[in-house]
C-alpha cells in the first residue's frame, strides 16, 4: 500500500465562538504526520459481523443537516466537561444547538435542535481543514500566511443499527459515547480501530489514512460507535468504560447490555489533489489515527423507544 507523507504547512484555524462573534486563530505548520493513500491501494473494508437469527437487523436514519449553520468551538462536552477551550482544536456539530462545555442535562433538553423527529442530541467531530490561498492576515507582524479553511461536510448520515446476535434495548436518556482517539498518534493507535475513511466510489476500500479519491468521488469519514451499555450509568471518570464495543462475534461482554450502534459517515466535496487534514491538538501532527467522535443522547424517551422497536422488528426507518 502506498502511503506518503506530506510536510506541507497547514494551518490550523481554530474558532472559538464568544459573544459577539468573536474569531481567534492559532497557526502550526504539520509535520510528517499527515499521510495519504490512494484509495486504490487501500485495504478491503471490514466486514460486518455475521447476523445470526436472534439479531436486530433494522436501522433509523435521521437527518440532523451538516452544519450549513457553521456552528464550531473548540469545547469537548464529553470528555473535557466543564472546561472551556479543553479540546485545542476546533469541533464540527450537528443536532443540539447549545453545545459546549459548560452544557448540562437541562440545557441540552432546552435547546433547539437541528435534526428530525425532535432528537436534541448531540453530534460532533473534529472539522476538516484545507489550505487556502496565501493571505495577509493583520495582526501577524505583517506576514503573508497560508490560511487554512475549514470544509462544510455535503452531508452527514446519522443512523442507529441493532446487534448481530441480539435485540437492543433502550439508551438511557443523556448516555455519552466516543470512539476515536484525539490522542490516537501519540499513543500508538490505541481505542481507534472504530474509525475509517474512504471513499464514495470504492466502499469496498477503507483505510486509516487520508485517502485521496478519485475525480468525483467524496472523501467520507466513517465513525461507529460503542453499543455496549453497562446499564447502569450515562458516563464513566474515563468516559469509555460505561460504553464498550461489542466482541468480533457482535456479542456484548458480560454484565453489558446491547443498545442502538451509532453510525455516522461525513462526506466532503473536495477538489481533486486536495491534501486536507482534521485539526487536532499539536502534538498530534494532524495525523488522520486522532480522528475521533462523540455524542450525548438526548433523544425524548418516546422518540428512542420508537427506534428501538424500528431496529428489533429489522425495518429500515
Known sequence: MSRRPWRILLPVLCLAL??????????????????????????????????????????????????????????????????????????????????????????????????????????????????????????????????????VPTSVRVEYRGSPVSSVIAMPRFLRGTTGNPHGYSEGLVNTDHVQWTCSGVRDKATVDYPECGAGQQTIRVFDFPNCWNGTTTDSPDHRAHLVFPAVGGGCPLGTFPVPELHIEVAYTLPPGTHYAIDAFPEEHYSSVTDHAMFVDVMPDSLMATVVDCVNSGRHC
Open 18 to 151: 464568544v459573544a459577539g462573534g468573536v474569531v481567534a486563530y492559532r497557526w502550526f505548520s504539520v509535520p510528517g504526520g499527515a499521510t495519504y493513500v490512494d484509495i486504490a491501494d487501500a485495504s478491503p473494508a471490514p466486514t460486518p459481523a455475521a447476523f445470526t437469527s436472534a439479531g436486530s437487523r433494522g436501522s433509523w436514519h435521521v437527518d440532523c443537516g451538516h452544519n450549513q449553520e457553521r456552528m464550531y468551538n473548540s469545547d469537548n462536552l464529553v470528555a473535557q466537561p466543564g472546561v472551556p477551550g479543553g479540546a485545542h482544536h476546533v469541533h464540527d456539530y450537528v443536532g443540539n444547538t447549545s453545545t459546549n462545555a459548560l452544557s448540562t442535562d437541562a440545557t441540552l433538553a432546552a435547546a433547539n435542535t437541528t435534526c428530525q423527529f425532535g432528537d436534541k442530541s448531540t453530534y460532533y467531530w473534529p472539522v476538516l481543514l484545507m489550505p487556502s490561498a496565501m493571505t495577509q492576515m493583520d495582526g501577524m507582524d505583517g506576514m503573508s500566511m497560508n490560511h487554512s479553511t475549514i470544509a
